[in-house]
């Protein structure tokens, strides 16, 4: 089966750098998505890796570690309005294709 | 910017009821999503579409849902006969790939279904 654990929540300060943590368990693991929700909106896309290593792309980074199920969104300079959910999803190859999200972080900024 | 759109934001039925929710999905891309989302509870995967077929569908997407691609431009969610549990936001998602590389979904901003 598939599972996805990511913190239900976390404060940080504008300005101050976070990291989210998300551990998975795939069978078929074919990449590793984050994305930002503010509430009430649709997810959108912030990075995508499928490829041990760190992708970086302006404020935000993300980094996979597929030999330990691992992953990790960086925010630099936070700002207020990266208060928002912070969705890990996992793209499975098992009998498909298929994108299982984790239930997502919750980020505090606060001033 | 291109970008997904979905019609009604916002549908009230009755349990039993059918209902159909509208995506247009981004013109050049070939690979078509829906997702749902309970309030307060995760984004779940319900069915992912490519030329003209579905390519893999969740536990979720049971014989009350279907999908179809009427002409080259909507993309729609059938639930025949709908439950109270069916409540939720339903995403519509969009991606120029779907299998290899960086294929980024572009999401809709979702329709709101209340089942009474």
Known sequence: GQNIDQPTEMTA???????????YQTSGFNGLFWYQQHAGEAPTFLSYNVLDGLEEKGRFSSFLSRSKGYSYLLLKELQMKDSAS????VRDQTGGFKTIFGAGTRLF??? | EPEVTQTPSHQVTQMGQEVILRCVPISNHLY????????GQKVEFLVSFYNNEISEKSEI?????SVERPDGSNFTL???????EDSAMYFCASSPSGMYGGNEQFFGPGTRLTVL
């Open chain 1, 109 to 111: 900024v606060k001033a």
């Open chain 1, 13 to 23: 300060t504008e300005g101050a750098i976070v990291q989210i943590n998300c551990t």
């Open chain 1, 86 to 89: 912070y969705l890990c999803a």
């Open chain 2, 78 to 84: 059938k639930i025949r006969s709908t439950k109270l």
């Open chain 2, 32 to 39: 078509f999503y829906w997702y749902r989302q309970i309030l």
């Open chain 2, 61 to 65: 997407f049971d014989d009350q849902f």
